[in-house]
T-cell receptor, first 115, second 112 residues
Framework: AQTVTQSQPEMSVQEAETVTLSCTYDTSENNYYLFWYKQPPSRQMILVIRQEAYKQQNATENRFSVNFQKAAKSFSLKISDSQLGDTAMYFC????????????FGKGTLLTVNP | NAGVTQTPKFQVLKTGQSMTLQCAQDMNHNSMYWYRQDPGMGLRLIYYSASEGTTDKGEVPNGYNVSRLNKREFSLRLESAAPSQTSVYFCASGRVFDSPLHFGNGTRLTVT
């Protein structure tokens, strides 16, 4: 079974600073996808960024970027120039590969951005 | 675009009661999913449907049943609710393996 581990239950950062959220995963697949989702207090699940495992280049989306280390099975999220609106729960997720596509989620990291 | 629509948004049940959570998507996705979210546990997969007419168990299927009514709709049924099923339930849908899941806004269920 796939596992996704987020070792930081809570983190905080000052507005305008940079923060990195950690994620490790375990899969036997060679081709798979990794995702970071954001869940603000509204409870809505919002895709932040995704990474294709066969691509060596790290994905970036505006202030969000990842550090993908395939051999180490590590997939961290870096948020630059943190904003108050970034306050949310962040979930790392890995897909199962193969024909039956489903996501396995980590337990989440609660990020608080302080003014 | 409505995306993924879940009903109801909130529900309170007594132990032993039954109910069905409804989910519909208008994005022509093949795959649909039911997750539950509990504090400190992340999202755990209950059941999923890779295509119309098929359903499979996820990580925590006990106490639940599902129906893939058609390509748009995927319902989750609790036949005899238990306090352990108090949770927030999310329905999601997806197109193919390389696309992200689209989530509904969740149903907060309390079983007393």
């Amino acid at each position: 079974a796939q596992t996704v581990t987020q070792s930081q239950p809570e983190m905080s950062v000052q507005e305008a600073e940079t923060v990195t959220l950690s994620c490790t995963y375990d899969t036997s697949e060679n081709n798979y996808y990794l995702f970071w989702y954001k869940q603000p207090p509204s409870r809505q699940m919002i895709l932040v960024i995704r990474q294709e495992a066969y691509k060596q280049q790290n994905a970036t989306e505006n202030r969000f970027s990842v550090n993908f280390q395939k051999a180490a099975k590590s997939f961290s999220l870096k948020i630059s120039d943190s904003q108050l609106g970034d306050t949310a729960m962040y979930f790392c997720a890995s897909d199962s590969g193969g024909s039956n596509y489903k996501l396995t989620f980590g337990k989440g990291t609660l990020l608080t951005v302080n003014p | 675009n409505a995306g993924v629509t879940q009903t109801p948004k909130f529900q309170v049940l007594k132990t032993g009661q039954s109910m069905t959570l409804q989910c519909a998507q208008d994005m022509n996705h093949n795959s649909m999913y039911w997750y539950r979210q509990d504090p400190g546990m992340g999202l755990r997969l209950i059941y999923y449907s890779a295509s119309e007419g098929t359903t499979d168990k996820g990580e925590v299927p006990n106490g639940y049943n599902v129906s893939r009514l058609n390509k748009r709709e995927f319902s989750l049924r609790l036949e005899s609710a238990a306090p352990s099923q108090t949770s927030v339930y999310f329905c999601a849908s997806g197109r193919v393996f390389d696309s992200p899941l689209h989530f509904g806004n969740g149903t907060r269920l309390t079983v007393t």
